[in-house]
């Protein structure tokens, strides 16, 4: 099971806020839809995002009432992309429970994802237009990657430049836009925000590929949602393209056509994976990432905060090292290889 890690403790108490925001609002739906509300654990799972944002405002400054409400908006945007996803990829397990489309059906968890983000847009109207458009700009993004990737399901040609690009969209756009924010609110300078900005971009990268790879590699006991929810989905990953880059071509072959026949199953990707050095090869990629959110730190002062922003990364690589069943592989800050950089929206709107 991926676990909270020391990093969280340190903005506990200001999640704890975030958390009480989200139940009040769950309260204050119809009664009908609380059960709904209660099955999309809107004050659930780790809160990642928010607490990056939270981290970022204490490291630069102090967390403000704004922080708060942003993290809520964070949390409800974030939790209706997870709606839509499940949806999309027929998930029944999410947290560890029942998916609001496996109780209710998938019209349901559509709709209640749409009445999340109109709470984003009520709720955004108190902050200033700089956040405004950070928070638009996040979202537009992730449906544009959430919709680039839909039409390469299936495409198992797919480069591995390619991948980057749909990841950098759907999933490192959310969290560099809530360590800009929680930067931004925090009253700081542009180079710091923007530094905040690279570490979020970078640290939602390598969460991306650690969860695709867990995708495969994992299983529900790890993940607390369905597995195997790519491969049912025909979307190929960073494992699967690493392995059909290095594939003999009479196995590559071999390979596509168990793929496209949904003959090949988990057990026979991990097989190929082990033969082809695929895993290790993603672990190194997410050093890459995790070596570059790093160097993203190094003009920000030096408090417990910024130690436990450097624990984010770290977290991430021991939990899809410990996740996939490898030994544990440590990485290093400076000398990163090349990483490759996708469109940002933060960067758009300097």
């Keep these: 099971m991926l676990t909270s890690s020391s990093f969280l ?35 659930g799972g780790k809160m990642l995002r928010s607490a990056l944002l939270l981290l970022w405002g204490r490291a630069l400054g102090a967390v403000t009432e704004h922080h708060i409400q942003a993290g809520i908006v964070l949390e409800l945007l974030h939790n209706a992309t997870l709606l839509h996803d499940d949806v999309l990829d027929e998930g029944c397990l999410r947290r560890g429970v029942p998916t609001v489309n496996r109780r209710w059906g ?56 390619e991948y980057l690009a749909i990841i950098g969209q759907k999933t490192a756009a959310l969290f560099e836009g809530a360590c800009y924010i929680g930067a931004y609110l925090a009253g700081t300078s542009t180079p710091e925000s923007l530094a905040a900005a690279r570490f979020g971009y970078h640290i939602g990268m390598a969460y991306q590929i650690m969860d695709d790879l867990l995708d ?15 491969l049912r989905s025909a979307k190929p990953t960073l494992p699967l393209i690493h392995a059909l880059s290095v594939l003999p071509e009479r196995q590559k072959t071999s390979l596509l056509l168990g793929l496209r026949s949904h003959a090949a199953g988990a057990c026979e990707l991990l097989a190929v994976f082990d033969g082809t050095g695929s895993v290790a090869y993603v672990l190194g990629r997410l050093r890459d990432y995790a070596d570059a959110a790093l160097d993203a730190l190094q003009d920000i002062r030096e408090t417990l905060v910024k130690d436990a922003l450097i624990e984010v990364p770290r ?33 758009n709107l300097q």
Aim: hydrophobic fraction near 40%; charged fraction near 20%; aromatic fraction near 4%.
């Design 106 to 161: 998938n019209r349901t968890a559509v709709l209640f994802g749409d009445l999340l983000l109109g709470k984003v847009l009520e709720l955004s109207a108190v902050f200033t237009p700089e956040v405004r458009a950070a928070l638009g700009q996040m979202a537009l993004h992730t449906c544009e990657g959430e919709i680039s990737q839909t039409a390469r399901a299936g495409h198992f040609t797919l480069s591995e430049q």
């Design 315 to 347: 977290w991430i690589l021991q939990e899809a090292a410990k996740g996939a069943a490898i030994p544990d592989c440590g990485f290093r800050m400076g000398d990163s290889p090349h990483i490759a950089h996708v469109r940002s929206p933060i960067r």
């Design 9 to 43: 403790s340190a903005v506990e108490p200001d999640l704890q806020r975030v958390r009480a925001g989200l139940r009040a609002l769950s309260n204050d739906l119809p009664e009908s839809l609380q059960p709904l509300a209660r099955c999309g654990a809107l004050d």
């Design 216 to 230: 495969i590699a994992g299983g529900d006991d790890v993940l607390r949602k369905t597995p195997g929810t790519d």
